[in-house]
């Protein structure tokens, strides 16, 4: 009889593990804690993460001049945008962070987002000091290498970053939940877990 309790007692523990709330989400980190200034879109202040407070928040890190890895990841972000419903979308934003301030201006992102037909009422593209850019860096553990430095005739310097291919998904209450890579990353995976915090 002790043997029998004993082995349900194992399964209901192996059961709650298994389907434990936090098994699709291998992190737990509070990104809150240090709050960085920067322009959005439109050159208005915001506080990152505070902006995003309340809303289950998909973010990624990239550089407007990028040729491949950054328009890729930027894509796939919409194409989770595309399969939520409006009642989701009303609780869920996207923000993408410029790691190369100097070029990615204000007017510089919101270009780069109105090619892409970006809702800005869903979506944040924020540029920052050197400051803020190095912490959120840090925050996201998030590396970007400036490479192949040259100078145009007009003596304008070009360079190009090596870089951490990421899109961050952040829960409601300010914690990074999960990271995938932003250039291949498995939609439908990233649409399930939004729609899991979401309920």
Request: aromatic letters at 10%.
């Amino acid at each position: 009889m002790q043997k029998q309790i004993k082995y349900i007692f194992f399964v209901i523990l192996t059961l709650i593990y298994i389907t434990g709330c936090n098994e699709n989400f291998p992190i737990k980190q509070d990104i809150s804690r240090t709050q960085n200034e920067f322009l959005n879109e439109d050159s208005i202040k915001v506080i990152f993460p505070e902006m995003i407070k309340g809303k289950v928040t998909l973010v990624t890190m990239i550089y407007t001049h990028c040729p491949d890895i950054c328009p890729m990841t930027t894509h796939n972000m919409q194409l989770v945008e595309s399969k939520l419903s409006k009642d989701e979308l009303d609780k869920v934003h996207f923000v993408v962070i410029t790691f190369d301030p100097n070029r990615d201006t204000p007017y510089v992102l919101k270009k780069y987002a109105e090619i892409r037909d970006i809702n800005f009422n869903r979506w944040s593209l924020l540029s920052g000091n050197e400051q803020s850019t190095k912490e959120v860096l840090l925050k996201f553990d998030i590396n970007a290498i400036p490479i192949d430095s040259s100078y145009d005739e007009k003596g304008n310097l070009s360079y190009y970053f090596i870089h951490t291919d990421r899109i961050s998904l952040i829960d409601q209450k300010g914690q990074l939940r999960k990271n995938y890579t932003g250039s291949i990353a498995d939609i439908n995976e990233i649409v399930n877990d939004i729609k899991y915090l979401l309920n």
